[in-house]
Antibody, heavy 118, light 108 residues
Framework: QVQVVESGGGVVQPGGSLRLSCEASGFIFSSYGMHWVRQAPGKGLEYVSFIQYDGHTKYYADAVRGRFTISRDNSKNTVYLQMNSLRKDDTAVYYC???????????WGQGALVTVSS | SYELTQPPSVSVSPGQTAMITCSGDALPNKFVYWYQQKSGQAPVLVIYDDDKRPSGIPTRFSGSISETMATLTISGAQVQDEAAYYCYSRDTSNNPWVFGGGTKLTVL
């Protein structure tokens, strides 16, 4: 069956860095665009970043552009989110989600909590 | 920047029809996706490509679109449908994806 599992969350100080990983199984990963979506405590869903199935095209939300980098390794069925210069308002649950080709995601992980605090 | 606009809340009695709207200028040219999120859980896709229902989603969930407004309809809403619902779609710029602000559906 389909599994999407995020890892790498934790507590980090403002200005610090963290790398999230997301390993997928149960679907043809190399045919799926991958989304990172976050949700701050008590808030709605917020798009963070998207990478096309082949890794050639990447997009970022304005709030993270220049600080976050998305990448993927199709040989490992894994997508990454490198987060630098973290700020307190980056505190959120980060979800990884996959959609066929460049469609909206159908498969979601359970999320990884990132807390930015001194 | 591109925005999708949803009402913050919708309330219906059990068995009634709930309609949640999502408006955006690019919707005539871009598919919309609808997600259900119950408290403490990951989102679940309930409608894709404007009006298609994934397998396993009850038939009371349907989607439609008219010009710049998409609508999620829950016909005969049930107590277990209480959740936040989000629309998700693309823009044509370099910041291509955006969520609506979410709609809290209350069924009681």
């Amino acid at each position: 069956q389909v599994q999407v599992v995020e890892s790498g969350g934790g507590v980090v100080q403002p200005g610090g860095s963290l790398r999230l990983s997301c390993e997928a199984s149960g679907f043809i990963f190399s045919s799926y665009g991958m989304h990172w979506v976050r949700q701050a405590p008590g808030k709605g869903l917020e798009y963070v970043s998207f990478i096309q199935y082949d890794g050639h095209t990447k997009y970022y939300a304005d709030a993270v552009r220049g600080r976050f980098t998305i990448s993927r390794d199709n040989s490992k069925n894994t997508v990454y989110l490198q987060m630098n210069s973290l700020r307190k308002d980056d505190t959120a649950v980060y979800y990884c989600a996959g959609g066929y080709d460049d469609k909206g995601p159908e498969y979601w992980g359970q999320g990884a909590l990132v807390t930015v605090s001194s | 920047s591109y925005e999708l606009t949803q009402p913050p809340s919708v309330s219906v009695s059990p068995g009634q029809t709930a309609m949640i709207t999502c408006s955006g200028d690019a919707l005539p040219n871009k598919f919309v996706y609808w997600y259900q999120q119950k408290s403490g859980q990951a989102p679940v896709l309930v409608i894709y490509d404007d009006d298609k229902r994934p397998s396993g989603i009850p038939t009371r969930f349907s989607g439609s679109i008219s010009e710049t407004m998409a609508t999620l309809t829950i016909s005969g809403a049930q107590v277990q449908d209480e959740a936040a619902y989000y629309c998700y779609s693309r823009d044509t710029s370099n910041n291509p994806w955006v969520f609506g602000g979410g709609t809290k559906l209350t069924v009681l």
